[in-house]
């Protein structure tokens, strides 16, 4: 059985199976053109229309990684779902590549390119990877970006960096460049 942390997060990743399209792009989310009249309605009694967001390079970014990283946690107890995860993964990455999209930055890369290689084992994610750690470290406003109180400036475009995006990494037992391990580590400890 799918033990029930596990159950919950995929649970939450659901809105972005929902968003993800056929050739592997996911929407940036749901809204209608207003919220509800607070107390007044519920989900039943709301009128209001929702759409979707366009397909934005961050949110196809780091469904690849949420997809990547939920397929590996969840193989050792429903490989078919599992699968399932990772192929949409694989989806959205392709997508990435091919489109280039100009609101995936970096940092949302990375972790798609991480949780990729840790999932599937594929050097060409591994270096995607360490291509995208090298720029992000080498960065000069790298712990500013860190800092959670920046979320509402202009990070998501600028490429914030969420302990998420780089931890696996120091925790897998695959190959992994002991310089880069040695780096995030560092910017841990700062």
Known sequence: AVPDWLDEALWG??????????NGGIRGGTEADRHPEYGAVNAETDKLVYRTYRIY???????????AQASRLLEP?????????????????DFLQENNLETARDAQKMYAALQLYLTTGESAYHAAFQDHARFLLDNPGWPQQYHTI???LNTMKDGMIFTPYFFSYLITDRATDSGIRAAFQNKLKQ
Do not use: C, P, S
Not at 57 to 66: E, I, M, Q
Not at 86 to 93: D, I
């Open 57 to 67: 390079g961050h949110t196809t970014a780091v469904g690849a990684g949420l997809f």
């Open 150 to 152: 920046w979320w509402n």
């Open 13 to 22: 990743i659901l809105v972005w199976e929902y968003l993800q399209e056929e």
């Open 77 to 93: 107890f429903d490989k078919q779902r599992a699968d399932g995860l990772l192929a949409r993964a694989e989806r959205a990455g």
